[in-house]
């Protein structure tokens, strides 16, 4: 670990406390309906999509009325995906001239980017038109996200109406998402990629003159050695910047390219890396300050935003410091780290991103549910790949998905202030709002899907040497990994691998499939029940028995509530995957 | 509920049409009259047919040019095939591939430690950079090869090295196929 590692961190997080806050007025204020500054613009093309499509905006609705809304759009939606993928060869913007994509993996790939989850079991470059990236996925970027930040101003409206209904209007919150937050700050994000260098443009692939032309020893079918000459490189190209801001700004993490953000056309410097970062905690954590703002305790949204902090911190920690490390069955190779080079543990990661900025993209992007990577998490080591695979097992509430990060959040803060209420013996309270029976049994609920499809698909693939265990990469502890991240990952709406895993299979893309859908929406619904039941109840005054959530000793207990949940769940099987895999290392065992 | 259907697929093709076809053809449209070089891939033509991307590594095995990392892409730097071997750190391939590569290049810098960038192949397996230490590590065959002196060898390595940006993020970087390109010039 370096000093110059350190300060890119702290830089990093410091950035990110100073946007919170405007961002997060400009988001209340563009939720609460109040004029901002790009009203001129967006109101008339707000007004004709309501127009095209019928929506009426004085019109409000219960939580059931919201979620069936959420439901109905996001299954269309994710048909039109499908259809598009399986139609892309007659479709236009195809200079590859690429076919239809099969139906397990379009099912697979509709799933994954309807769910913001963007697991990719395909190769883009050699599957996926600029049409199919462009009007199918990237599109998905932007109402996945749009739709996750609709449901955590719902949540917040819960909390805060009293006696009402309502909690706002789906298509309403999922409209000002999307053209008043999303799009401006994704047009100027895209061009700032591109001064960087990352491409744009619909060229057909260039091929290029290799300046050493390669000779290459391979085994020919008939078992003979042949040596092939290659003198050509062909590079692929594509409108990458336009959704490359999306993909990070909506948390979603799918690349244009299979390398995704360590591929040099998509994060192609240091600086790139650094706002690509920035982009995927922005929207989470001024979601923070709107929480705040929404709930007239700011002091809140602040207390919610430190228990964040420090649950990042934890994590960037152990990551930078295991990445840090000297891998001991490698011999001859300096590991260390010094002015010329980064050292450490360089196996998948890029020069140009060493392992400082490594370890903090990884941690990042799985405290939120991007699922981006700049490097292969697959190969980092034991412990250092662990914490990417804990961050989202902890629910990826730290900063978490742009939307699904706060309502997360906040299923975690009902049930901290319930352990609050039993430990001192008074009904619990959030923010004047009794919380009883109903509520708690909806949180659980939330919480307990998540385990509970991780570990049975899991188990089921761990036990199928046919189907399960044959498709991992890599053998011993790393292989359980491997199948263990990739339900983590989908059910958590992440999207990041280990990509050793050979998903592209009849098994895998349908489980994978169904894990995501289980993962956003079976999480959803209890979430929008709790909303819906808390906007009916009367608000009651503070009295001496509340227990303040405004304080050091609620971010405490509500980072405590986290860590022990995610904890006892998931321990026993990383114990068998990282954990062991460690030691084993370290006694000098390979596989 | 037939209301909400009809909704949720107006909405979807009225939106697709916003964010999946105008939104990217706006920015191509800018990036093109603003950043064209950079949009289109920063290709380097030579000699009227184009030699490469600044940005994409290239395979090199011959003793006088500069040698990139290991890749995992294709057969070596395939950029239609992007991505990193997904070795783990105690899978026996990966060790092997170390071993195997470190031994060959002690043989020609023998007493060296070998700088870990030059042995592990990158994420992306198209990583156009290779660490300063890389770099120094190749100096001794490349001068041999090429006769040419330490110093000057030096000096290009200097030239087309990318520093940390604004001396703060990321980690320094020596560019192989533009050095290598500017290797050839030199004859």
Avoid at chain 1, 86 to 103: S, Y
Avoid at chain 1, 111 to 121: G, I, L
Avoid at chain 1, 566 to 578: D, E, H, K, R
Avoid at chain 2, 24 to 48: C, E, M, Y
Wanted: glycine residues 10%; proline residues 5%.
């Amino acid at each position: 670990m370096t000093m110059n590692g350190w300060i890119q961190i702290i830089v990093f997080l410091g950035v990110i406390f100073l946007i919170a806050k405007p961002l997060g007025i400009f988001m209340a204020r563009v939720f609460d309906r109040e004029k901002t500054f790009l009203d001129p613009v967006l109101r008339p093309v707000e007004r004709i999509l309501y127009k095209l499509t019928g929506v009426n905006e004085s019109e409000e609705m219960k939580w059931g009325e919201y979620c069936i809304s959420m439901l109905i759009f996001s299954l269309v939606s994710m048909l039109v995906l499908y259809l598009i993928q399986r139609g892309q060869g007659l479709l236009p913007f195809n200079p590859q001239k690429l076919a239809g994509v099969a139906p397990d993996l379009a099912f697979n790939t509709a799933a994954s980017f309807s769910t913001n989850t963007n697991w990719q079991s395909y190769t883009p470059e050699t599957t996926m038109s600029y049409f199919t990236q462009m009007a199918g996925l990237a599109y998905h970027n932007f109402m996945s996200a749009a739709v996750g930040i609709a449901l955590a101003i719902a949540f917040i409206r819960g909390v805060v109406r009293r006696e009402k209904e309502t909690i706002g209007n789906f298509w309403v919150d999922m409209t000002r998402a999307t053209l008043w937050i999303l799009l401006p700050m994704c047009f100027i994000f895209a061009l700032a990629l591109v001064s960087q260098g990352v491409v744009q443009n619909f060229r057909a692939y260039d091929t290029v003159k290799l300046l050493e032309p390669q000779h290459i020893q391979k085994t020919g079918a008939d078992g003979k050695a042949v040596t092939q000459t290659v003198s050509e490189q062909v590079i692929a190209q594509g409108p990458v910047a336009s959704q490359e801001a999306i993909k990070m700004l909506g948390t979603n993490g799918g690349g244009f390219f299979n390398a995704n953000s360590a591929h040099p056309f998509e994060n192609p410097t240091p600086f790139s890396n650094f706002l690509q970062m920035l982009a995927i905690f922005a929207i989470p954590a001024g979601l923070t300050y709107t929480l705040g703002i929404m709930t007239g305790a700011k002091l809140h949204g602040w207390a919610v935003w430190s228990a964040m902090a420090i649950l990042f911190l934890a994590g960037v920690t152990v990551a930078y410091w295991a990445e840090s490390q000297a891998n001991p069955l490698l011999h001859g190779v300096d590991q260390h780290a010094t002015l010329m080079q980064s050292g450490g543990n360089m196996e998948g990661k890029e020069v140009r991103f060493g392992i400082a900025d490594s370890a903090l993209f990884a941690t990042v992007t799985t405290d939120a549910s991007c699922g981006a990577i700049n490097g292969v998490h697959d190969s980092f080591m034991p412990l250092g790949g662990m914490v990417p695979l804990v961050n989202i097992m902890l629910g990826e509430v730290v900063f978490g998905g742009v939307g699904s990060g706060l309502y997360g959040m906040l299923i975690f803060v009902v049930l901290t202030v319930f352990i609050a209420g039993l430990m001192v013996g008074r009904t619990p309270e959030y923010l004047g709002k009794k919380i009883e029976a109903y509520d708690v049994k909806m949180a659980m609920l939330s919480v307990l899907i998540f385990p509970l499809t991780v570990l049975v698909f899991t188990a089921i693939s761990s036990a199928a040497p046919s189907f399960g265990t044959s498709a991992t990469s890599n053998s011993g502890p790393h292989g359980l990994t491997e199948i263990l991240y990739a339900y983590t990952s989908t059910v958590g709406n992440n999207g990041s691998a280990f990509a050793g895993l050979s998903a592209n299979t009849h098994w895998y893309n349908v489980s994978l499939g169904i894990s995501m859908i289980f993962g956003r929406f079976l999480v959803i619904v209890p979430m929008l029940a709790i909303a819906g039941n808390l906007a009916q109840k009367k608000a009651i005054p503070p009295s001496l028995g509340t227990f303040p959530v405004t304080t050091p000793l609620f971010t405490l207990l509500l980072v405590s509530v986290i860590v022990i949940v995610g904890a006892l769940t998931f321990f026993p099987a990383l114990s068998l995957g990282p954990i062991l895999e460690h030691l084993l290392m370290n006694a000098g065992k390979a596989f | 509920m037939k209301k909400q259907l009809m909704t949720a697929f107006l909405m979807t093709i009225a939106t697709t049409v916003l964010l999946g076809i105008l939104y990217p053809l706006a920015v191509t449209a800018l990036s093109q009259i603003f950043f064209r070089d950079q949009a289109n891939g920063q290709l380097i033509p030579k000699d009227g047919h184009l030699v490469g991307s600044r940005l994409i590594g290239q395979v090199f095995t011959g003793p006088g040019y500069f040698h990139s990392r290991p890749s995992a892409a294709g057969d070596g730097y395939d950029a239609t095939a992007s991505g990193g071997s997904n070795f783990g750190p105690t899978n026996q391939k990966l060790i092997d591939r170390v071993n195997g590569d470190t031994s060959r290049l002690q043989a020609e810098n023998p007493n060296t430690p070998v700088p870990v960038d030059l042995v592990t192949a990158s994420g992306s397996g198209l990583d156009p950079e290779i660490s300063p230490a890389a770099a120094e590590f190749q100096i001794p065959r490349v001068a041999r090869e090429r006769r040419m002196s330490e110093d000057k060898l030096k000096q290009l390595i200097a030239a087309h090295t990318r520093g940390r940006w604004l001396g703060l993020l990321g980690e320094p970087g020596v560019r192989v196929l533009e050095l290598n390109l500017a290797l050839d010039a030199e004859k």
